[in-house]
């Protein structure tokens, strides 16, 4: 029998404490975030010539300044650190899925409602520290008061949206890779794998800009956003 998610293989249980493949796998895939980071800032130079991992690294962060500043329109510095760790995240999980023995932590639905959670408070957190507190809540009872639950409520399924279609693109990757492989196990489960590489990439992209989308979207100020910085940083 196959098992789907990650969340149903246990090698841990000490009453309602258990370590299974998902917390393995993301504390992995932290990890080689950490190794990666220190791996291109431990000899930071300002001139050439660039260490190989300064130079990916100086790549990866300024291709995601140059698409929050196009999402955003204003200075991405503020929300790099928070939607460009989502994308990483969420792009090496899918990317090592191609490792044997490997499931990415974005198949549970676990994964995918604490990253949709965190962004769910990232937003009033933002938002506050832009607007203040009035400024962010008077939202809410815009354009009467009687619109508060249905804020609230918009807030909550937006959350859930986010977390079921990552869960459900990445599920649905996996069970039929699964079925693939006991009908044609030889050429077509590498399509798919390819494939899913794909798909990997462009869920962790479509995640990331949501993300960042609500974020500028509650901590802007009509009519006073503030301009993109000259030269991307």
């Not at 490997?102 to 933002?126: D, E, G």
């Not at 619109?147 to 909550?156: A, D, Y």
């Not at 990439?201 to 993300?211: C, S």
Request: proline share 6%; with cysteine; hydrophobic share 50%.
């Amino acid at each position: 029998m196959v098992e789907l998610s990650p969340d149903d293989i246990v090698f841990y249980q000490w009453g309602p404490l258990l370590i299974n493949e998902t917390i393995v796998f993301t504390w992995m895939i932290m990890a080689l975030l950490v190794l990666f980071g220190w791996l291109s800032t431990r000899r930071l130079r300002v001139e050439p010539p660039l260490s190989r991992w300064q130079n990916l690294l100086e790549t990866i962060v300024t291709t995601m300044q140059g698409q929050i500043r196009e999402i955003s329109q204003m200075n991405p510095d503020a929300y790099l650190p928070f939607s460009g760790t989502l994308f990483l995240f969420i792009s090496v999980a899918n990317l090592l899925d191609v490792v044997p023995g490997y499931r990415t932590p974005t198949s549970s639905l676990s994964t995918t409602a604490a990253l949709a959670i965190c962004v769910f408070f990232a937003v009033p957190i933002y938002g506050i520290a832009q607007r203040g507190i009035f400024g962010y809540f008077k939202h809410y009872a815009e354009p009467t008061l009687l619109m508060i639950p249905f804020h609230i409520i918009g807030e909550l399924s937006r959350t859930l949206a986010m977390a079921i279609r990552l869960f459900g693109n990445m599920m649905s990757e996996t069970m039929l890779i699964a079925i693939l492989l006991t009908i044609a196990p030889l050429f077509l489960p590498v399509l798919m794998e390819l494939l899913g590489l794909l798909i990997g990439q462009v869920q962790a992209y479509i995640f990331a800009v949501l993300a960042t989308v609500y974020i500028v979207s509650a901590s802007s100020n009509e009519g006073k956003k503030e301009q993109a910085s000259k030269g991307g940083s």
